[in-house]
């Protein structure tokens, strides 16, 4: 099992940044792909970006390419979702999840096995 805590949420102006953070907790850490997903009012919980068990692989939503910038520090085991440049249609309860497929990087939420409880980020205009 891996438990997941999302921090780092809140009410900002749009251009502002936001940093997320995803602190893992239980089975080996740097052993999971990880992905950040958000899910806005009344719409189905949407992929963001999604990063390796090593890191060095990332996948992004075209929606938040140049601005939304995913890493990880499994030494911490520790995942982050620095979000720039931030807009009204960023705002959303932003979920990170942990899948216990070893390789590569998952963009569905099928793919995933482990949810945090999500963080609220507003962005007003």
């Known amino acids: 099992q891996v438990q997941l805590v999302e921090s780092g949420g809140g009410l900002v102006q749009a251009g502002d940044s936001l940093r997320l953070s995803c602190a893992a907790s239980?089975?080996?850490?740097?052993?999971?792909?990880m992905g950040w997903f958000r899910q806005a009012p009344g719409k189905e919980r949407e992929f963001v970006a999604a990063?390796?068990?090593?890191?060095?692989?990332?996948v992004l939503a075209d929606s938040v390419k140049g601005r939304f910038t995913i890493s990880r520090d499994n030494a911490k085991n520790m995942m982050y979702l620095q979000m720039n440049r931030l807009k009204p249609e960023d705002t959303a309860v932003y979920f990170c999840?942990?899948?216990?497929?070893?390789?590569?990087?998952?963009?569905?939420?099928?793919?995933?096995?482990?949810w945090g409880q999500g963080t609220q980020v507003t962005v007003s205009s």
């Open positions: 990063i390796s068990w090593s890191g060095g692989n990332v």
């Open positions: 239980g089975r080996t850490f740097s052993n999971y792909p």
């Open positions: 999840a942990a899948s216990a497929i070893g390789h590569g990087v998952r963009v569905s939420t099928a793919e995933y096995d482990y």
